[in-house]
């Protein structure tokens, strides 16, 4: 039985090392505009940790359209179809619908309801929504918009200004999450839009 013992523990000693190889030999990749703050520092890549995908089963997918009405989804939908025919046409690669940023996102259009800024209620920058749903601080760029009604209408206001086009035609982002609330108590028709982007 000791000897049993001895092999179990060696062959766990072996896969263990197996696996630190395996993770050593993929290169991090730290993100070029991850702009520290005063104060902040980050480890060296050979400090970064990295995990292996979840075992099937173990987490499921989250639901892109949690929380939203068939019209919403069709919105969604179609301002991800716009977004992405934009890029094609320069050449770029689609972004695809996030979950967790469309949820971010959606917090946002609510916040724009009342208070229409970059800057939350709270007085925070727009990208603290991130780590409110889950999402690692990453590059990030927000467009909002309100009063338009159709997504076409906002999705062609936003191509039209130069900072919002500059987002939604950004090569760095590869994920986006779509928002929209209607506008109640304020004197906006239609709904406040957010759009999120992150790599």
């Not at 749903?133 to 906002?154: D, Q, S």
Request: aromatic fraction near 6%.
């Amino acid at each position: 039985m000791k000897k049993k013992g001895i092999a179990a523990l060696l062959a766990l000693a072996v896969l263990g090392v197996a696996g630190l190889m395996t993770l050593s030999s993929e290169e991090p990749v730290l993100l070029e505009n991850d702009l520290l703050q005063a104060g902040e520092i980050l480890l060296e890549d050979d400090f970064v940790p990295l995990s292996d995908l979840p075992a099937e089963g173990e987490e499921q997918p989250l639901d892109p359209y949690e929380g939203l009405d068939e019209t919403q989804k069709e919105l969604v939908d179609k301002v991800v179809e716009l977004v992405n025919k934009a890029r094609a046409e320069e050449g770029l690669e689609p972004v695809t619908l996030d979950p967790a940023l469309r949820k971010a996102a959606q917090i946002r259009a609510k916040e724009c309801v009342g208070t229409f800024s970059h800057t939350r209620p709270d007085g925070t920058v727009c990208s603290t929504v991130l780590q409110e749903v889950g999402i690692p601080r990453t590059y990030f760029g927000e467009n909002v918009a309100t009063g338009h009604k159709t997504a076409e209408l906002v999705v062609e206001r936003w191509l039209a200004s130069e900072g919002h086009r500059a987002n939604i035609l950004n090569p760095a982002f590869t994920r986006m999450g779509v928002g929209m609330e209607k506008n109640v108590g304020n004197r906006y028709q239609g709904y406040a839009w957010a759009q999120l982007f992150i790599q």
